[in-house]
Structures are given as structure tokens and as C-alpha cells.
């Protein structure tokens, strides 16, 4: 690919004369070399301060493949620059200047519109054991009876193994359409015997991998492929006040490789802040043994602004929270809450529990990220696994015939 | 796809009171059965206005596959719903309704933010004879020295053969990064004999999509493909005043199924108003004539928004532009012009020339839908036709071993 693009890819007068300034610097004696160990340098002084330290490191790598004895010729050099510039768009000083206002910011605007007017889609699994409040947390965090309810009207039975259920709503706020998809996972846990009950919660998450996946291959494709991938799945966690349970790890061990998995403390009112605070510590601790990968902090980001971010959600998970769909009136204001007889516990208020938080996250900072680590993380490597089977895909191909 | 998502996708209480309610009012006698003829109806009355008739007919034909005797019944015609629903987010009635603000519509920051750091690529290619104005054209619709300047230093020579050149660079407003990578092909229409002078250009253009097309199925993909498909063709007719020539027929009659090509009159300041007018006109009539596929025209949308305003761009099809890198005082103002000894000819003023409408589409409106419709329509053929070849890439599939 990157030979392809090279081939048609020439560097302009500017770009040209900038490099070679630059390249100058660091070779007076006009050997049209330069030290290996002057690259980075040489690069970060071109690129100026926007490049990564991955991308240093990978500029380093091609460096040391291409140098002679420690030396860099100007050739290699700018072949090393034109790779790197093909595949960002932080490019420094080799920026070109415009002499008046263009107008082509408006790329935002015409994104904006065209995906308003298709609409979102996001797919949020819960998991825990019945009880533990799992639609009522749903419809707290999206304010509505958005939980499973189907027609049928007689009150379901326990099922006699993990049965999985959808519903699909479309709600819509400021005129921003929202697919939004609840499955639920009614069974799970509530077995005598719940070996191997994260089975069929693996298999359905594979299965909208799968159905992705065909379409994506197919040769007359959608022009849209509609996305039932799971995007995020919060996990339940009883408040025992104890340590994760073998049932816990196990889901969360089973899962972590293919979905975004973020634990939450279910009914977190029924623990004091000292009995929270230790049983939070706890998890973390039984988190970092199993080695699980819960979500933000398991995933890589390149974005410095998005570490910090993911640190200042980390110290906050598991997140402790407390769900209610009945308003009680405080302070003469209607607030969501759960009025016992010591006291009104509010929902939405971040000294009572980290349900905002929770929705900060979820809702307000991460839905867009949560869709494109299912899609580049988990849907990528469910693909590889699948492409790795009897012969490459790419065999299929023939020779283009040009 | 359909059936995998019907499998999990329950309607809501709610959804399904409000489908029975609308069917029940069709169906007075409980047979519970409505006669086809009001399937349009019963669907309009549930989704609203916000349906478009594409989709009704799509609905109706469901319709009449399942339909006994010109009768459906509630199954059928839930079921007939739920897979429509499965791909809009327009629900109209069935929408779910939230009792409070929640926040999600922030999802569009997210996107912004998200695009606004990966930056965005736009590829242009230019055709035309040498002399017509191309690269001053480039310079004036990106107001900067940005058109072919390679860093080789000595005049060229008029290449005996059609060549082909991109310049990239990166350019920067209002924070939004887009590299714009300017293609043009010098020698085009240049040679004594121009016979199949379109060929390399061609080649070109399948080139990238073949590139693309290599990286996409390939196992272990790049986060972000990186995009060399050429997104608009800008094709310069030079100002006879006649018709079009043989080999602008033929050169977009053979470009036409791969990429959008937007014709423009090049150098119209030497044409009178009314000859303008007549070229204009007799263009238009060879294009329909020829059944020549140009942008926007040739290309369907299904947004009533953007047919009204196709329509508007096409009167103006092709464009009469005239460009200018050179600024000139006119009123105290400092504009682009060209200044003759009668008159001076600004650039930007809509009365003199269609330079403006010609930017306004290509960067302020389209960039996005001319990045889009490349995907969609070109790319698709290309891989559509690519992997109709020995065999089906399905079969590269195993079976899934869950």
C-alpha cells in the first residue's frame, strides 16, 4: 500500500525546500548524510511538538532499517517523511498556508447533517443476576421505559437456562435520532448450577460478529450494514461487600476479548462509604490479578487528553451505583431518588453514588467510542479469528484484469 | 441479516399497543386481518410523514408476498414492520419517549471531536489540455500555492505520453486538518493522436481502488484505510463555443462509472454572455445526448433536501469559471481578478462568472457526499465487479465453530 501511494505521491518546491533546511541543519559539512541518532531531531524539528511518541518510535524503527553505518542518506530521509506524511494529517512545517479563508471547515457541518439524518445506533447488553436492578438501572440511565418489557403479557418464568432478549427503541433529544438496543439476559446466574452460563451471552456476541461479517464480505452489500454488535455490556456486581465471586471472573475473563465490559456495583445504598470504599478496592485488586479488561482502561489510546480522561474514570470503577424510576420531591425540586425512612437517596447526586458518572460516561463522553472499540478492537480481531481459517480471503481475489 | 435480527428483536409493550391500535382501526370487525390496499395507509398513520415513498413501495411489496387473498394479518403485519423498523430511525409513533433531558444528543461532539483529530482527505483530479487554466484554478479554489510544483527543478518537457502527478498537501482552518492530495495529468489531450488518452487515467483511478480494495480484505487491516480514491474529477472544456469535442465525449463517457466528474468551461471570459449561454446549452444537450453520468445530477439521493438542491447546481452545469491567482484593487478591496483594458474580471463575483457556485459545491456543500458517493457508488462497482471473478469471497468464509 504504502508503495502504491508512493509512486504517485510527489513532495511540492515547499515541502521539498523545508525538509531540506532542516536536513541542513544537522549536516554542515554537506555530506548529505546525517547521524542516525539525529532523526528524531531532525523529525520532531519538522514536525514540530503535535507527533507522538509511537510515531517517533516508528519513524526510529524505518531509520534504523534504511541507515548505512549509522548514517542517513537525504533520499531515505525524505522517503521516511513522505511514508509518515501518508498516513497522518499532523504534518508541522510541512503544512501549506492559505493566503484567505476557504470555507472547507464546513466538512464538519456536512458531517454533522449526514449523520443526523441516518440516525445512531448503540447496543448495550446488561448482565447480572435478577434482582439486582438491571431495568431499573436502563431506565434511569435513559430516563423512560426503555427496559425489557415485550407483549407478552403473563409474567415470564424463570427460564431454566440464560435466555437472551432484545428490544429496540428509538428516542430522540434535540433532534438527534437514537437506536438505542437493550438486550437483556434474564437467567443468567440464577441457575443451581451456573456452569458455563456466560455460554450463550459469548455466542450471541459472536453471532452479531458473524451476521457483520457477511455482510461486510458479501459482494452486493448494504450500503449500510446494520450494526447489532454489542457495544457495551455492564456487568452487575452484587454488593456482598466481599471480593468478585468465581461466577464474576469467569464471565468477565470469558468476555473481556469481546466486548467492552464495564463493571458496575448493583445496589450500592446497602453498603456504608467505608464498606463501598474497601469492597471497590477489593474488585480493582481481583481485576488486576485476573488480568481482565474492562473498559476504558484495558483499551490503548494514541489521544494524551483521552489518558487522562480514562485515569480520572478509572479511579471511579467499579462504579457504585443505586437506580430508582420513581421522581420524589427534595428540596421542592422533583428528583429521581429512593426514599427510605432514614433519609432520600438521590440518584443523579454524585455524593449519594457514581451513577452520574456511569451516565457521563456511557452516555455523554464515550458512546462514540464504545461503538469504534467494538468496531476497530473486538469486530477486528473476531474477523481475524474467522479470516485465519482454511485459506486467506485475499485468495479469492483474482488479478485485476486491467 | 433480517431474520438474525428478528430473532432478538422484541417489541416493546408499548410499540406493540400502539402497532395493534392503528391496525385495529382498519380492521372495525376483529378478523384480525386488514385488506392489503391498506397497508400504505395503516403504515403512514404509524410512521408519520417522516417515511419516504421509496420506502412505502418496499413496505407495499412486503406486503403483497405475505398477503392471502389481498388480506394480512396482524402477524404478518407486525413482522412486515419490524423489519422495516430494523433499518430507519425514523419510527414515527413507535418512537419511545424519554420524561427527561439525558444527554446522548452529545454524541454529535463526540463525532466532531473524533473526525476533527483524525483530519480529513479529499483527492481532486484535473483534466484537461495543457494552457486551460488547471493549476491557477486549483490555486484560486484553495487560495494557495498548492497545484503540481514538484521539487524538480527544470522546466518539463511536454511528456510524449498522458502522465500523472499528485501533489499532497496538508491545510489547516479553523483546526479542521484536511489533506488534500491534487492529481492532475499533464499531456492529456496534448498529442497529435489522442486516441485512448483516457486509458492511463483510467488505470489510475482503478489503481487506487484496487489498493484500497487489497487493504480492506486483507487479514490484518490498517485502523484507518488510507484513502487515494480519487473523490471528484474536474474535467476542463476548453472555450470553443462549439459543442463538445469527440474526446471530451469519449474521455468522460469512459470515466463516467468510476468517478464523479464535474465539467467546467475553462477560461470563460472569452465568451460573450449569450455565447456562453448557447455553449452552455449545447453541452447540457450532449451530455443528456450521450447519457454522460455527472455530478450531482447522475447520481440518485433519496433526501428531499438535496434533490431541491441538486436541481439548483445543475442549472448551472457546467461551470463557467475563470481563475485567477493574482490580486487586484478593486473599490478599495483587495480581490482576485484578471485585469484586461477593459475592464477588470473578479473572480468571486457571481455576476461575472460561476467560479463561487462552482467552490460552494465542491468545498462548502459536497466535499463530504463527493467523499461519499465515491464509497458508495464507485468503490462498490469496482469491488462488485472485482470479486465477481473465479469465485464468490464468501466461500474464503469457514463455517463459524461456536
Given at each position: 500500500?504504502?508503495?502504491?501511494?508512493?509512486?504517485?505521491?510527489?513532495?511540492?518546491?515547499?515541502?521539498?525546500?523545508?525538509?531540506?533546511?532542516?536536513?541542513?541543519?544537522?549536516?554542515?559539512?554537506?555530506?548529505?548524510?546525517?547521524?542516525?541518532?539525529?532523526?528524531?531531531?531532525v523529525?520532531?524539528e519538522?514536525?514540530?511538538?503535535?507527533?507522538?511518541?509511537?510515531?517517533?518510535?516508528?519513524?526510529r524503527?524505518?531509520?534504523?532499517?534504511?541507515?548505512?553505518?549509522?548514517?542517513?542518506?537525504?533520499?531515505?530521509?525524505?522517503?521516511?517523511?513522505?511514508?509518515?506524511?501518508?498516513?497522518?494529517?499532523?504534518?508541522?512545517?510541512?503544512?501549506?498556508?492559505l493566503?484567505?479563508?476557504?470555507?472547507?471547515?464546513?466538512?464538519?457541518?456536512?458531517?454533522?447533517?449526514?449523520?443526523?439524518?441516518?440516525?445512531?445506533?448503540?447496543?448495550?447488553?446488561?448482565?447480572?443476576?435478577?434482582?439486582?436492578?438491571?431495568?431499573?438501572?436502563i431506565?434511569?440511565?435513559?430516563?423512560?421505559?426503555?427496559?425489557?418489557q415485550?407483549?407478552i403479557?403473563?409474567?415470564?418464568?424463570?427460564?431454566?437456562?440464560?435466555?437472551?432478549?432484545?428490544?429496540c427503541?428509538?428516542?430522540e433529544?434535540?433532534?438527534?435520532?437514537?437506536?438505542?438496543?437493550?438486550?437483556?439476559?434474564?437467567?443468567?446466574?440464577?441457575?443451581?448450577n451456573?456452569?458455563k452460563?456466560?455460554?450463550?451471552?459469548?455466542?450471541?456476541?459472536n453471532k452479531?460478529?458473524?451476521?457483520?461479517?457477511?455482510?461486510e464480505?458479501?459482494?452486493?452489500?448494504?450500503?449500510?450494514?446494520?450494526?447489532?454488535?454489542?457495544?457495551?455490556?455492564?456487568?452487575?456486581?452484587?454488593?456482598?461487600?466481599?471480593?468478585?465471586?468465581?461466577l464474576?471472573?469467569?464471565?468477565?475473563?470469558?468476555l473481556?476479548?469481546?466486548?467492552n465490559?464495564?463493571?458496575?456495583?448493583?445496589?450500592?445504598?446497602?453498603?456504608?462509604?467505608?464498606?463501598?470504599?474497601?469492597?471497590?478496592?477489593?474488585?480493582?485488586?481481583?481485576?488486576?490479578h485476573?488480568?481482565?479488561?474492562?473498559?476504558?482502561?484495558?483499551?490503548?489510546?494514541?489521544?494524551?487528553?483521552e489518558?487522562?480522561?480514562?485515569?480520572?474514570?478509572?479511579?471511579?470503577?467499579?462504579?457504585?451505583?443505586i437506580?430508582?424510576?420513581?421522581?420524589?420531591?427534595?428540596?421542592?425540586?422533583?428528583i429521581?431518588?429512593?426514599?427510605?425512612?432514614?433519609?432520600?437517596?438521590?440518584?443523579?447526586?454524585?455524593?449519594?453514588?457514581?451513577?452520574?458518572?456511569?451516565?457521563?460516561?456511557?452516555?455523554?463522553?464515550?458512546?462514540?467510542?464504545?461503538?469504534?472499540?467494538?468496531?476497530?478492537?473486538?469486530?477486528?480481531?473476531?474477523?481475524?479469528?474467522?479470516?485465519?481459517?482454511?485459506?486467506?480471503?485475499?485468495?479469492?481475489?483474482?488479478?485485476?484484469d486491467?
Amino acid at each position: 500500500m504504502s508503495e502504491e501511494f508512493d509512486q504517485q505521491f510527489i513532495l511540492s518546491q515547499q515541502q521539498c525546500e523545508f525538509l531540506a533546511k532542516t536536513f541542513h541543519k544537522f549536516d554542515p559539512d554537506e555530506n548529505g548524510v546525517i547521524e542516525l541518532e539525529d532523526l528524531a531531531k531532525v523529525t520532531q524539528e519538522i514536525l514540530g511538538n503535535e507527533i507522538r511518541s509511537s510515531e517517533l518510535q516508528a519513524i526510529r524503527l524505518k531509520g534504523e532499517g534504511c541507515a548505512t553505518e549509522g548514517y542517513i542518506t537525504f533520499g531515505d530521509f525524505t522517503k521516511i517523511m513522505r511514508e509518515h506524511m501518508s498516513s497522518t494529517t499532523r504534518w508541522g512545517g510541512l503544512k501549506s498556508k492559505l493566503q484567505a479563508f476557504v470555507g472547507f471547515d464546513s466538512i464538519q457541518d456536512q458531517l454533522k447533517e449526514k449523520a443526523l439524518k441516518r440516525g445512531f445506533e448503540f447496543n448495550l447488553m446488561v448482565v447480572g443476576e435478577s434482582g439486582l436492578g438491571k431495568s431499573t438501572m436502563i431506565n434511569t440511565l435513559f430516563r423512560g421505559t426503555v427496559s425489557r418489557q415485550s407483549c407478552i403479557q403473563h409474567p415470564e418464568p424463570l427460564p431454566p437456562t440464560v435466555k437472551i432478549n432484545s428490544v429496540c427503541h428509538v428516542i430522540e433529544e434535540k433532534s438527534v435520532n437514537l437506536k438505542l438496543s437493550i438486550t437483556d439476559t434474564p437467567g443468567f446466574g440464577d441457575q443451581i448450577n451456573n456452569l458455563k452460563s456466560w455460554e450463550p451471552i459469548l455466542e450471541y456476541v459472536n453471532k452479531q460478529f458473524e451476521a457483520y461479517l457477511n455482510e461486510e464480505v458479501s459482494i452486493n452489500r448494504k450500503k449500510y450494514i446494520p450494526d447489532t454488535r454489542i457495544h457495551c455490556c455492564m456487568y452487575f456486581i452484587p454488593p456482598t461487600g466481599h471480593c468478585l465471586r468465581p461466577l464474576d471472573i469467569e464471565f468477565m475473563k470469558k468476555l473481556d476479548k469481546h466486548v467492552n465490559i464495564v463493571p458496575v456495583i448493583a445496589k450500592s445504598d446497602t453498603l456504608t462509604i467505608e464498606e463501598r470504599h474497601a469492597f471497590k478496592q477489593r474488585i480493582r485488586d481481583d481485576i488486576t490479578h485476573h488480568k481482565i479488561r474492562i473498559y476504558p482502561s484495558g483499551y490503548e489510546t494514541d489521544e494524551e487528553d483521552e489518558m487522562v480522561a480514562n485515569a480520572a474514570i478509572d479511579k471511579f470503577l467499579p462504579f457504585a451505583i443505586i437506580g430508582s424510576d420513581q421522581l420524589h420531591q427534595v428540596n421542592g425540586k422533583k428528583i429521581l431518588a429512593r426514599k427510605t425512612k432514614w433519609g432520600v437517596i438521590e440518584v443523579e447526586n454524585p455524593a449519594h453514588c457514581e451513577f452520574v458518572n456511569l451516565r457521563n460516561m456511557l452516555i455523554k463522553s464515550r458512546m462514540l467510542d464504545l461503538k469504534e472499540t467494538t468496531d476497530k478492537v473486538h469486530y477486528e480481531n473476531y474477523r481475524r479469528q474467522r479470516l485465519h481459517g482454511p485459506r486467506d480471503i485475499s485468495d479469492a481475489l483474482s488479478q485485476p484484469d486491467n
